[in-house]
Nanobody
Framework: QVQLVESGGGLVQAGGSLRLSCTAS???????MGWYRQAPGEGRELAAA???????????SVKGRFTISRDNARANAKDSVFLQMNNLKFEDTAVYYC?????????????WGQGTQVTVSS
């Protein structure tokens, strides 16, 4: 079964930067990939998403600070999505979950990563 493997979380001071990475463990046909985040005691919210053509979506709270990018699967490569997070704020503290919307025929399903903790100290 294909999995999404995340890396790059950690502890950073306010104003610092982190880069999250997420790579599929096998071949997938994704129509969109991105990152949700969930702060303590809060629901999961979309932070950023990107289509294979490169169309991006950002939450208002991260616009201008976060940049999402992706590598579409090529020969011997796997679909990957990245989230460059600059000028981090305390309120960016959350577990960040990578996801991929997969298409198989007429069916669409969502694959989730295991989550990576981002902690911003004020």
């Amino acid at each position: 079964q294909v999995q999404l493997v995340e890396s790059g979380g950690g502890l950073v001071q306010a104003g610092g930067s982190l880069r999250l990475s997420c790579t599929a463990s096998g071949a997938i046909s994704s129509i969109r990939m991105g990152w949700y985040r969930q702060a303590p005691g809060e629901g999961r919210e979309l932070a950023a998403a990107i289509t294979p053509a490169g169309t991006t979506t950002y939450a208002n709270s991260v616009k201008g600070r976060f940049t999402i990018s992706r590598d579409n699967a090529r020969a011997n490569a796997k679909d990957s999505v990245f989230l460059q997070m600059n000028n981090l704020k305390f309120e960016d503290t959350a577990v960040y979950y990578c996801y991929a919307d997969l298409i198989s025929g007429s069916l669409v399903s969502r694959l989730w990563g295991q989550g990576t903790q981002v902690t911003v100290s004020s």
